[in-house]
């Protein structure tokens, strides 16, 4: 039985993994700023996988938090043989001279920051252990920027930066390191992107069948599954209805 730390657990990606892992040799440390629904999401893994689950709720945003949850954690739940650095979002959709100062933060905060407070707790408890995996969530928008995109791209270019210069530093220590790139994914992100705007996000997705959560989780799924010797370093997905960050067919 392997145990996978997941942050941003309360939705999206986060979820839908959370319960793809459930269902396989996994007990999971869920994380996340809603503890109402981190304890749903909780009592569900347990009640219809019997899977150990434990909770840790804070901000990815805050070193502090970080910190506190991290080293709270019991004796049994600190051998962490799987880090999924999930918790990101967009927030706006300006040119950059009309960039909302908060929304860049935020970005920034918690798409670059909270990954890198999490990655520094967790990697050295790894490297104690001798093993381990972390993969990161980015996204086609961190190779190929789009008009409007500019802060929401640099954090995503800026985690596969890191995944790739994580993939160096991990190699003499036997962590793999591994980075999914999904585009148009139907999940929390547009609502929270437009910030609560129902047409707007669902506009998004208008014509076409996105992804969803779970095409991801099985993308997850499947990477934490390969034999011992084998490490997928990157996989880039797409609904068939998109090319890439800027060839969108909107009649499928």
């Known amino acids: 039985m392997r145990t996978a730390l997941i942050t941003g657990a309360t939705s999206g990606i986060g979820k839908?993994?959370?319960?793809?892992?459930?269902?396989?040799?996994?007990?999971?440390?869920?994380?996340?700023?809603?503890?109402?629904r981190l304890e749903e999401l909780k009592k569900e893994i347990e009640v219809k996988y019997k899977k150990d689950?434990?909770?840790?709720n804070f901000d990815i945003r805050n070193l502090d938090e970080v910190n506190k949850a991290i080293d709270s954690?019991?004796?049994?739940?600190?051998?962490?043989?799987?880090l999924i650095n999930n918790a990101g979002l967009a927030v706006g959709l300006n040119h950059i001279q009309d960039g909302?100062?908060?929304?860049?933060?935020?970005?920034?905060?918690?798409?670059?920051?909270?990954?890198?407070y999490i990655t520094r707790k967790v990697a050295p408890m790894m490297i104690e252990q001798g093993k381990g995996h972390i993969v990161n969530i980015g996204s086609i928008a961190g190779t190929q920027v789009y008009e409007n995109g500019n802060v929401y791209c640099a954090t995503k270019h800026a985690m596969h930066?890191?995944?790739?210069?994580?993939r160096q530093d991990m190699l003499k220590h036997n962590i793999k390191v591994s980075e999914i790139r999904p585009g148009l994914l139907e999940t929390e992100f547009s609502m929270v992107r437009f910030?609560?705007?129902?047409?707007?996000?669902?506009?998004?997705?208008?014509?076409?069948?996105?992804?969803?959560?779970?095409?991801?989780?099985?993308?997850?799924?499947?990477?934490?599954t390969r034999p011992a010797h084998v490490c997928i370093n990157d996989i880039e997905v797409t609904p068939v209805a998109q090319a890439n960050a800027y060839y969108v067919n909107r009649n499928l």
């Not at 993994?17 to 996340?32: H, M, P, V, Y």
């Open 16 to 36: 839908a993994t959370a319960l793809r892992l459930a269902q396989d040799e996994f007990n999971l440390i869920i994380t996340g700023r809603r503890l109402e």
């Open 53 to 56: 689950v434990l909770i840790l």
């Open 73 to 82: 954690l019991p004796k049994h739940w600190r051998k962490i043989d799987v």
């Open 100 to 116: 909302i100062i908060d929304d860049w933060e935020r970005m920034i905060d918690t798409n670059i920051k909270g990954v890198l």
């Open 161 to 166: 930066a890191l995944s790739q210069g994580m």
């Open 195 to 224: 910030k609560g705007d129902v047409e707007k996000a669902k506009s998004t997705y208008q014509g076409l069948t996105p992804l969803f959560a779970e095409d991801i989780a099985e993308a997850i799924h499947f990477v934490l």
